[in-house]
T-cell receptor, first 113, second 113 residues
Framework: DAGITQSPRYKITETGRQVTLMCHQT?????MFWYRQDLGHGLRLIYY???????DKGEVPDGYVVSRSKTENFPLTLESATRSQTSVYFC????????????FGSGTRLTVV | QKEVEQNSGPLSVPEGAIASLNCTYS??????FFWYRQYSGKSPELIMS????GDKEDGRFTAQLNKASQYVSLLIRDSQPSDSATYLC?????????????FGGGTRVLVKP
């Protein structure tokens, strides 16, 4: 299916475990982004990528790792999950970055227990 | 001062009335402006984009931009219960490295039948 897909939709993990959230887009968009959304904080940028093999930190990168070996995939890894990383995670993509807006994936609700 | 500010609401509007949402931004060089709608438990959906001063209409939605006063607004005419959602304002600041959007915290709109 065309579009941007995230997996899994829901994930429960234990403190200290490594977990990877997947993001895949079929438009060949150059830009991809990872946000987390929490009550009281809105959308906060974790990492972004302007092209394959080019990534950079956003506002809240600590505890997260990203890679982008292929244009269509942008996985987000929590190296050692903490309860403060319980959140809803959104991946987004855009052909021209912020200039013409983003399209968001459906999100992953992550709970760290 | 936050870069993009919105009143969190809730903005309560009778069905059939006009809902008026406001957003102010701090970067005077900002070039692109967007409104996203987010239903509870869902991902943000782009509903309007505006790049030039003035009004832009799309169906029941009108976006208004005033760069001199650094605000952008969204009007929803003939409000329907299905318009009940959180509306996010997003701005592409000129100085943003990596061509990213900055989001406001969102305004929750409740349309009452």
């Amino acid at each position: 299916d065309a579009g941007i897909t995230q997996s899994p939709r829901y994930k429960i993990t234990e403190t200290g475990r490594q977990v990877t959230l997947m993001c895949h887009q079929t438009w060949s968009h150059s830009y991809m982004f990872w946000y987390r959304q929490d009550l009281g904080h809105g959308l906060r940028l974790i990492y972004y990528s302007a092209a394959a093999d080019i990534t950079d930190k956003g506002e809240v990168p600590d505890g997260y790792v990203v890679s982008r070996s292929k244009t269509e995939n942008f996985p987000l890894t929590l190296e050692s999950a903490t309860r403060s990383q319980t959140s809803v995670y959104f991946c987004a993509s855009s052909a021209r970055g912020g200039r013409n807006g983003y399209t968001f994936g459906s999100g992953t609700r992550l709970t760290v227990v | 001062q936050k870069e993009v500010e919105q009143n969190s609401g809730p903005l309560s509007v009778p069905e059939g009335a006009i809902a008026s949402l406001n957003c102010t931004y701090s970067d005077r060089g900002s070039q692109s402006f967007f409104w996203y709608r987010q239903y509870s438990g869902k991902s943000p959906e782009l509903i309007m984009s505006i790049y030039s001063n003035g009004d832009k209409e799309d169906g029941r939605f009108t976006a208004q931009l005033n760069k001199a006063s650094q605000y952008v607004s969204l009007l929803i005419r003939d409000s329907q219960p299905s318009d009940s959602a959180t509306y996010l304002c997003a701005v592409n600041p000129l100085v943003a490295a990596g061509n990213k959007l900055t989001f406001g915290g969102g305004t929750r709109v409740l349309v009452k039948p």
